[in-house]
């Protein structure tokens, strides 16, 4: 148990860094908020292809896989106390961690056949990026964080039924869990980045909790 705890207090650290590494690359690195015309993010990619191809591993990739061992080990924590939402919020954890992994090789994939199709057609490499970020974009829950709301209010919601170190966590979770929710509503899809900065404190938290109560 032990073991596991430590695990996942790592892969919550590690999130909680990836997003924080992600922001930093992605608003002033690739300062990629700021480019809306789509020949303009080819010819970011074509500048920077590396750094494109690993911030999607980190963001994406790797995320992915890390969320397996931290929704796992959530599981195993609360799963005494409320089997049936631990097990239900872990199946929507996994799907969210399929998804993230698939977003990031979908854009990853199109890194190198966007830059040989620049060379010799700019204008139609520029549609053939739009078409690999709108794919990664709804893999990625570009369109509002559902799958990553409903897990954390739903693990959240059951880890309030276990001791009293996780109730504190667990209420900022069920905050984290609505506002990326609500980030799928209409006109809402700034709740897309608030969600994005409460869940880091979420993970740290959380990652926090799990090294200094490593027994029930």
């Known amino acids: 148990m032990k073991t596991v705890q430590k695990y996942g207090a790592f892969a919550a ?7 924080l590494i992600g922001i930093v690359i992605f608003m002033v690195v690739l300062d990629y908020p700021s480019i809306t015309d789509t020949l303009q993010k080819v010819e970011m990619v074509v500048s920077q292809p590396g750094v494109t191809f690993w911030s999607n591993i980190l963001m994406y990739v790797l995320f992915g896989l890390v969320l397996v061992v931290f929704a796992l080990t959530l599981q ?11 097990q239900v919020a872990t199946i929507i954890a996994l799907i969210w961690a399929g998804s993230l992994v698939a977003s990031g090789m979908v854009a990853n994939a199109g890194i190198e056949p966007t830059i040989a199709m620049y060379e ?14 709108t794919v990664s974009s709804g893999l990625g ?3 509002g964080e559902i799958l990553g709301g409903m897990w954390t209010l739903l693990i959240s919601i059951a880890a309030l039924k276990c001791m009293a170190s996780t109730k504190a966590v667990s209420y900022l979770g069920l905050v984290v869990g609505l506002v990326g929710i609500f ?4 006109g809402m899809a ?14 740290v938290w959380w990652g926090i909790n799990l090294l200094k109560h490593k027994t029930r």
């Open 141 to 143: 829950n570009g369109n």
């Open 76 to 86: 195993n924590r609360v799963k005494e106390n409320a089997p049936a939402l631990a």
């Open 183 to 186: 980030s799928t509503l209409p």
């Open 13 to 19: 650290f590690y999130m909680a860094a990836a997003y």
């Open 190 to 203: 700034d709740f897309a980045g608030l969600f994005g900065i409460t869940q880091i404190i979420w993970f």
């Open 120 to 133: 010799s057609d700019p204008s139609q490499a520029a549609v053939m990026w739009n078409t690999f970020e």
